[in-house]
């Protein structure tokens, strides 16, 4: 069966490739499995068919036969298992050690990038405001530090490319523009890097034509 994955029939990121299915999208890029995209609205969402795969009513859900996922890092990891060798290794330290990144990317360094979007645009008004942005932007510096320090002159960040450098650079890209990610000059290379593969090309331009089409909607 070809797997169906849920997405936002009009993205609050504009076409910014910054939605959580753009990972699920990449990864099922990079394997090469075909896959059907089901949008709905922000209302949909919270209704009953969509909570029955989610229960907290997000998005992605991914189907796929008899299984039904949500978490874009479980959806990730997931795909990775079904297709050894292109996004985990198959030898079994270099394969821990490639989980061990994707959590790391998801519990360590996305949370503090996350907030610091949310705040941006959601607390610009409240007294706390640049107090809480300059806490946040202190610990996100910390984070970026120790992981060019870990990426070092390395193109990726557990040999070659995978999982956790799919999942790392969706991250990463939320801080472009700000000027937190250009005081490492590594890794706005490795993004740009990631940013090249056809793989992350194909799903960047399917999610950037459903936010087109929505506009013209």
Same mark, same amino acid.
């Not at 229960?55 to 039904?68: A, C, H, K, N, S």
């Not at 996305?110 to 942005?133: G, N």
């Given at each position: 069966m070809t797997p169906v994955i849920t997405a936002f029939e009009r993205s609050p990121d504009r076409g910014r490739g910054l939605a959580r299915d753009m990972r699920v999208r990449w990864a099922l890029e990079e394997v090469g499995q075909p896959y059907d995209v089901r949008l709905l609205s922000f209302e949909a969402m919270k209704q009953p068919a969509h909570?029955?795969?989610?229960?907290?009513?997000? *998005?992605?859900?991914?189907?796929? $036969?008899? %299984?039904?996922?949500? &978490?874009?890092? =479980?959806?990730?990891?997931? *795909?990775?298992?079904?297709?050894? $060798?292109? %996004?985990?290794?198959? &030898?079994?330290? =270099?394969?821990?050690?490639? *989980?061990?990144?994707?959590?790391?990317?998801?519990?360590?360094?996305?949370?503090?990038?996350?907030?610091?979007?949310?705040?941006?645009?959601?607390?610009?008004?409240?007294?706390?405001?640049?107090?809480?942005?300059?806490?946040l932007e202190a610990l996100i510096r910390r984070r970026l530090e120790s992981l060019s320090r870990h990426l070092g002159a390395a193109g990726w960040l557990n040999g070659d490319f995978g999982a956790a450098d799919l999942l790392l650079v969706t991250v990463l890209r939320r801080l472009l523009g700000s000027g937190l990610l250009e005081e490492t000059p590594n890794l706005p290379d490795y993004v740009a890097r990631a940013e090249a593969r056809p793989a992350y090309q194909r799903a960047f331009a399917d999610q950037l034509a459903v936010f087109e089409a929505a506009s013209k909607g």
């Open positions: 909570e029955a795969l989610n229960p907290f009513g997000q *998005i992605p859900t991914y189907e796929d $036969g008899d %299984l039904t996922l949500f &978490e874009s890092g =479980a959806i990730v990891l997931h *795909i990775a298992e079904r297709h050894p $060798g292109v %996004l985990l290794p198959t &030898e079994a330290n =270099a394969r821990t050690r490639g *989980i061990m990144w994707m959590f790391a990317a998801l519990n360590t360094i996305e949370p503090p990038i996350f907030d610091y979007s949310l705040v941006k645009i959601l607390e610009r008004d409240q007294p706390w405001f640049e107090a809480r942005v300059a806490a």
